[in-house]
Structures are given as C-alpha cells and as structure tokens.
C-alpha cells in the first residue's frame, strides 16, 4: 500500500465537521448525490463514470442517481456495478445476480454480488472515477458497505479515484455497540476490523479504512449537508426507501445488529413474515411465553418482548408452517443496544432448545466476526462476552474520531 499522498489529505481536510455543520437548519438532510450535483459536479464533469449504486442511490425527490449522473451536463455514466439484490434491490439475500444492461441508460450493469464480487480490471477499464451511492443501515454485517470496500480497493490498485455520496447512518451515527472483527472471520458480512454497530456514515467508514490504511485508495467524500450524528434517518426528511427486502422499517434495522444472529441457527429470523427481524421463532419454540417472560425479566433497556404466531411463507426457514414467535417491541428507541439483546435471546432461547436450537457454524461466526459468540451462547458465560464487546466498542468509538465528517 503506498502512503496517501498531499493531495488526497488535502481533499480529506476541507471535508471537515465544521463544513458538515455550517448550513445546519430546519430544511432537512440533504443527501450527497444532491450536494454533488449543486456545488460539487466538478468532481465527475469530464470524465467517465462508474456507479456503484442500488434503489436506495436516489435524490430526495426520487430521481434515481443512475438517471441524474447519466443527464449530468459534460459527464459521461460507462458502467454500473450493481450489489447483493441488485440495482434495484429486489432479488433475494444470497441470489446470485448477472451481469445485464440498464433498459433506461444502455449502460452495462456488473454483478458484484455472484460469481464476481471484486471488479476486475477489465470491469475498470473504461472509467475514471468510481462512484458509491447506497443507503447503509450501520451494522457491520451488511454487504452493501464491504462490496464497496472490496471495489475501491479494487479501484485503487487500478489507479482511479473513489467518490462517495454521503448518506445517513438510519440508527445513529454517534452509537457503538459490539465486538471488532477478528479478520480470521472476515467475509462479505465482515471484511474488516469494525464493530459491530460502529456508528459512522458511509463516507465516514471509507475515510477510516482509507486513513488507517487497511485498503489502498484515493478516497473523497461529498458529505451531506445538514446532518447531525445524533439523528435518525426518520428525522433527516429524506424519504424512505427500504435498503434490502427484509429490512422494512426503522425498528427492523435498529434490531438487526443483534437479531440477525438468528440467520446463523435453526430458529428463524421472522424472514417469509410481514416484519423480519423483530420476530424470532421456531416450529418447536412451543415455550415462547416462558422465553418472553424470562427476558422481560432482564429489563432489557428499550424493549419488550411479546408472544406471536405466524404463518411463514414457502421459500424461507419453517416455510408453509404456521409456528410460535417472540415479537420484539421497540419501547425507547434511544436505549435499546441490539447488539446485547440479540446475544440474550440467544442464550435464553439456546438454554430450554439445546437439541433443537443449534448453530450453524459456519454462518454464526462468520456474523459475529468470531468464533466467541458461539461458545459463550453455549458455555453460559455471555455476561463476560458482553462485557468484552463493549469494550471493544468503546475502543473502536475513538479510533474512529480522527475520520468523522459529521457533529
């Protein structure tokens, strides 16, 4: 990896939280890809572009990105690379997606998510600059911020500069929870050493992998305007658009830190339900009453935990069954920590099911970023684990201080 040069910390210093915060007002967020076109075309005027993007990638009017950079005057779109669920973000989690041509542009589309998940040289060759613009939900076991990651690498080897449009962390900016993962474990779901809920943009994250100089690229962001660490993506006033299938409303995604463990068992994340992950079952979960009960008991901050039934859909875990669940109600979302509650209902749920709860080995480490998870789930000694992990966040919460963009 070479050292970053003058000028790239140049571009990395002006982009500052002062600059962040200077047109903080009642006007609401605006996104990157607007700031961009208003007062930053400079950036991508004369060249070709290729632009990593999804549904989400859109301006607050809902214009979608491919289709305001394809009109940009004196810009040029040459390709588009596309992530897990596609551009337009409506394939499955884990279908493998081809490459095709975008019907509205004639610009080729590159799957990232399927055979290839890293450009190719050859998928670089006709452009000078990468654009990034997908919303994130802030939790590492997404594969949208670790397909760009691997792409700007990818970027940098090839010796062309990485431009990301800045978009809101939906579950807060200014909270870490989790442990930092241990790259023995790293996977599209954990590519690097981050916490878990590690509370940064998207911009923000790459400025930290770019600066700690765990990948090589010429990163720069266009940050947005208006934004506040501390907000919620409900507060910015940019609309909503669901950022996968699954994920379909702001209690899902604070939850899913800590519930998509479930992804790594035999019980069910509430996939093939109106509401993943904030319902967790099984077919054999006829005790859910007694589990519930057991983790009101906790007084887990910010949530409770009620019975439910649900009939899952074919295609998914228990699929065509209609099978006992705990819904988890989100009562304060300022207090909830996802990541603890998810390590709770596992161990709550693994200690009455040790024949038919099981994890699946593979999948829950490579979530968790490690193999402790597991073990302590089954050893009984979370308490220790969750005291751990929040040290780690603690830890990972100032490493990352010289890379904020945002108050």
């Known amino acids: 990896m070479h050292t970053l040069n003058k000028a790239?910390?140049?571009?990395?210093?002006?982009?500052t939280p002062a600059m962040a915060a200077s047109a903080q007002t009642s006007a609401g967020v605006v996104p990157g890809v607007e700031v961009l076109l208003s007062d930053s075309i400079h950036l991508i005027q004369g060249k070709r572009v290729g632009l990593l993007t999804n549904h989400s990638g859109r301006d607050r009017k809902g214009t979608s990105t491919i289709d305001l950079i394809f009109r940009a005057p004196g810009v040029k779109l040459t390709a588009l690379y596309g992530p897990e669920h596609g551009i337009r973000g409506i394939a499955k989690a884990g279908e493998k997606i081809s490459a095709s041509i975008d019907s509205a542009t004639g610009v080729k589309i590159y799957s990232l998510y399927g055979d290839i998940s890293v450009p190719t040289p050859e998928m670089l060759k006709d452009i000078d600059v990468l654009v990034y613009d997908i919303q994130d939900v802030g939790a590492r076991v997404y594969t949208f911020e670790w397909t760009f990651a691997n792409a700007a690498k990818a970027a940098g080897a090839a010796k062309k500069p990485v431009l990301i449009l800045d978009r809101p962390d939906p579950i807060?900016?200014?909270?870490?929870?989790?442990?930092?993962?241990?790259t023995a474990f790293a996977s599209l779901v954990g590519q690097y050493p981050v916490a878990l809920r590690y509370g940064l943009t998207p911009g923000e994250l790459l400025r930290f992998l770019s600066g700690t100089k765990l990948i090589d690229a010429n990163v720069t962001v266009v940050p947005m305007k208006n934004y506040r660490r501390s907000m919620w993506f409900d507060e910015t006033g940019i609309p909503?658009?669901?950022?996968?299938?699954?994920?379909?409303?702001?209690?899902?995604?604070?939850?899913?830190?800590?519930?998509?463990?479930?992804?790594?068992?035999?019980?069910?994340e509430g996939r093939g339900t109106e509401d993943p992950f904030t319902l967790i079952g099984a077919a054999w979960m006829t005790d859910n009453g007694a589990i519930a009960a057991e983790l009101n008991a906790m007084h887990l901050p910010g949530v409770r935990f009620d019975t439910a039934t649900r009939a899952i859909e074919k295609g998914y875990k228990f699929g065509g069954q209609t099978i006992p669940m705990i819904k988890v109600r989100v009562t304060d979302r300022n207090a909830v920590r996802s990541v603890e509650l998810?390590?709770?209902?596992?161990?709550?749920i693994y200690a009455r099911h040790t024949t038919d709860f099981q994890f699946r080995a593979r999948q829950i480490d490579r979530l968790a970023g490690t193999d402790k998870l597991r073990v302590a789930v089954e050893q009984n000694t979370v308490d220790a684990l969750i005291k751990d992990w929040n040290a780690d966040a603690a830890r990972f919460a100032e490493k990352v201080k010289p890379y904020l963009i945002y108050k």
């Open 8 to 15: 790239l910390w140049l571009v990395l210093a002006c982009v």
């Open 172 to 182: 807060r900016a200014d909270r870490f929870e989790g442990n930092i993962l241990d």
């Open 240 to 268: 909503r658009v669901n950022p996968s299938p699954n994920l379909r409303n702001s209690d899902a995604e604070l939850l899913y830190p800590g519930t998509v463990f479930f992804e790594g068992t035999t019980a069910t």
């Open 342 to 348: 998810g390590i709770r209902m596992l161990r709550a």
